[in-house]
Structures are given as structure tokens and as C-alpha cells.
């Protein structure tokens, strides 16, 4: 490969909750002596972002002021450019790009030209974490509609459920998360045309976060939401950001792309009354680094390693520790384990379970976090070898411990 997934990067003292927050008590437990601990929770990337980011980054860092700017022409080419390659998508103008501090941020900003608070809002679980945090803050209800695995271990939408949830509790806004965390689905189009279409019968306007949209795992196609239709394309409010593709949250900064024009002006409107909702300088220069031609290469391989990670740990799942469940995720980096059966035959709580890794290194993640009720988060945004040691640590001193 021309990029660099393999090497193991020290991200001790550099400002990086993954490793830096073990222990502290709202994060995984730090691992016993003897034991380094291999990040697999928070939804950052252990692999050292793509060059053009920083050469931008530095470049711009060069000219000592930063003072008041406007965004500038790039920045929106950019993103036009990068839509159009990556997702097929013409026809966008800048007046439809909008800085959005982060996708929940945008969430909210959304939310907030849809409903007044204590509205009913669906969404679909297990559910991103901070889908449930932001919308429940802010005075909204959350009515959540559950995926169902089908018989080939595929997470599927229950249509005739959320139109039932829809009908009866008089929703008119809806969270759409697409590729879908922390399942990992990357939704087909026949599934995304039949929900919209209920949508539109029931008058439901959508956020979709399509945050997870590049990392694609090989075999699947990521689907634009606002691309189905013409009435999805302007019920549609799609939120996008270089932040989860590039390794950047730290940096801040995303934005939504919005057709319907009314929509538009009140959503900038909402996002504008804090005073807060300002983009950085350097976020700026970031994400024209990362939309370049080489970042186009850089994502490609990241998704042919992240594919490998992900086929490796599913293969290892399944042939190692039974009693444990993973619906192979086609997009995304993260995995969603189901513990249910080991946690009854070896008489553990989940809470104990965690601890076990934890204890040996592995620091993962707390599913009921996010809906689950035996799961397990994993980030496998690792280097394979680093894979390669959590599954084996997992597999010595948690699953088949003797």
C-alpha cells in the first residue's frame, strides 16, 4: 500500500482520550500491570490521518494570524468535488453547504426547525449514544423503532413498525443514521426508497447523518439519502464530515448539505442563535487537505484495511468464542457483539465481563451505551497486528479462559 496502516502509533500523552481516559472512571478500566492497552472504544482511528492533511494544516499554520475569515472558495469546492467522486452526486451549489460544529450539533440545529420541545422524534436502535445524549438534553422524545435481524444475520429496518410508531405517536421528524451505527449496515436502496416513501405519507422530515458514508467496506455502495427522490431530496436534511474519515474530531468542524431552500434558511438561522457555531481556520484547511486527489487513494486503502480487520475479527468471533454473535458490519469500523449466551453459561454480568478485557488490555466498550442489552462495542481501527493481539488476549483470558 502507499499509505501507512501497519505502523503502531503512541498516542500516550498527545491529547487522545482512547488511551489517555482508561482508568479515569467514565472510560474502560486501565489494563493490569503487564498489559498495554490496545484502544477499541471511542470511534477514533489508531492510524495516522492522510498526508495532504497536515501539509494543509502546516501550510496554512505558516502565515502567523488568524484572525476573523470567511470560508473560502475551496472549501466549498471541495466538498462539491468530493460528493460528486465519491457519491455520484451533481448538482450541488455552495449556498447548499452549511458549517455545522458537529454532526450532532447539526442534529440539533435540524431538530430544532422541525419540532418544539417534548415532540416525538424516531429513530431506530440500537442507537448511537449521541443520539439519545443530545435530544433528550434538549427536551425531545425519543421513540425508537428496532432493527431486526434477519435469518442471514443482517439488520433490517421493521417498516410496518415505525410507520405503527409514527401513526401513534403523531411523529413528524425522524433521525435517519446511514451507514448505520453501531450495527454497521450500509443500507441498500430498495430499504432507504421504502422508508422514505413512508416518511413522505406521514409528513416526516428527515436528519439523515451520514457521517460513516466513506468508510464502506468492500462489496458495498453508499447510498445518499437525498439521492432517491425528488421529494426525499428536499425533505431531507443530509449531515456529512471528514472528521470520522480522516481521523480529525479533534480538529471539529462538519456540514449539511440542504436542498429545500425554507428549510435552509431556518436551519442556518437555528444554528446561528448561540454565536457558537463558527468554523475553524484550520478545520478549514483540513478538510481541503483531505478532499484532494490523494485522500480520494487514502480512503480507498483505508477501506481495503478496514475490510480486512473486520473479516479477520467476524471469522475469529465465530470460530473461537462461542457463545458469542456478530452481524458482520459492511460499512464503518466498529462492531457490535452479542454476549447473551456466554454471559448465561458462565454465569457473568456484562459489567464483569467488560472488566475481563479491560483487566487484560482490551479496552472496549459498554453496548448498553447504545441500546444494546449484552453487547459489546468494538473499534477495530487498528493495525491488524494490534487486531490480531486483542482477539488473541480475548480468547486466552476472557472467552476461553481455563
Not at 475553524?280 to 486503502?301: C, P, T
Request: proline share 4%; net charge negative.
Amino acid at each position: 500500500m502507499k499509505y501507512d496502516f501497519e505502523s503502531i502509533m503512541d498516542r500516550r500523552g498527545m491529547d487522545a482520550i482512547a488511551v489517555d481516559a482508561l482508568g479515569t472512571g467514565w472510560a474502560p478500566g486501565a489494563p493490569k500491570e503487564g498489559f498495554d492497552p490496545i484502544p477499541m472504544w471511542v470511534a477514533d482511528m489508531n492510524f495516522p490521518t492522510c498526508p495532504t492533511v497536515c501539509e494543509s494544516i502546516i501550510e496554512r499554520a505558516k502565515h502567523p494570524a488568524f484572525g476573523y475569515f470567511d470560508p473560502r472558495d475551496e472549501y466549498y469546492e471541495s466538498i462539491i468535488n468530493w460528493q460528486k467522486t465519491r457519491n455520484g452526486v451533481k448538482g450541488i451549489l455552495p449556498e447548499h453547504i452549511g458549517y455545522e460544529n458537529g454532526v450532532l450539533g447539526g442534529v440539533l440545529s435540524a431538530i430544532g426547525t422541525f419540532c418544539s420541545k417534548g415532540d416525538n422524534v424516531l429513530i431506530h436502535s440500537p442507537v448511537y449514544m449521541g443520539f439519545t445524549m443530545c435530544l433528550g438534553n434538549s427536551g425531545y422524545n425519543i421513540v425508537k423503532s428496532p432493527l431486526v435481524l434477519d435469518g442471514e444475520g443482517i439488520w433490517r429496518m421493521d417498516f410496518e413498525d415505525m410507520e405503527k410508531k409514527i401513526v401513534e405517536n403523531k411523529i413528524h421528524a425522524a433521525i435517519f443514521c446511514s451507514p448505520h451505527n453501531p450495527t454497521g449496515r450500509v443500507w441498500e436502496k430498495w430499504e432507504i426508497e421504502r422508508a422514505m416513501e413512508i416518511y413522505k405519507k406521514h409528513d416526516v422530515y428527515v436528519v439523515s447523518d451520514e457521517i460513516w458514508s466513506d468508510i464502506i467496506l468492500t462489496g458495498h455502495k453508499h447510498i445518499p439519502t437525498q439521492s432517491i427522490s425528488e421529494d426525499a431530496k428536499h425533505r431531507t436534511v443530509a449531515l456529512y464530515a471528514p472528521s470520522k474519515t480522516f481521523n480529525l474530531a479533534g480538529l471539529i468542524g462538519a456540514y449539511h448539505i440542504v436542498y429545500n431552500s425554507r428549510l435552509r434558511d431556518r436551519i442556518d438561522k437555528e444554528s446561528s442563535l448561540s454565536h457558537y457555531n463558527s468554523m475553524n481556520v484550520l478545520s478549514m484547511h483540513a478538510l481541503i487537505g483531505a478532499y484532494k486527489s490523494e485522500g480520494q487513494e487514502w480512503v480507498d486503502e483505508l477501506c481495503e484495511t478496514l475490510t480486512g480487520n473486520i473479516n479477520f475479527a467476524c471469522e475469529y468471533i465465530n470460530t473461537h468464542f462461542d457463545g458469542v454473535t456478530a452481524a458482520k458490519p459492511q460499512g464503518t469500523y466498529m462492531v457490535f457483539m452479542d454476549c447473551e449466551r456466554w454471559m448465561t453459561e458462565h454465569n457473568a454480568t456484562l459489567p464483569e465481563l467488560l472488566k475481563m478485557g479491560w483487566d487484560v488490555g482490551v479496552a472496549w466498550q459498554d453496548g448498553t451505551q447504545h441500546g444494546g442489552t449484552t453487547h459489546i462495542r468494538l473499534n477495530l481501527a487498528l493495525p491488524l497486528s494490534r487486531v490480531k493481539e486483542a482477539f488473541e488476549r480475548m480468547d486466552k483470558y476472557v472467552f476461553n479462559k481455563k
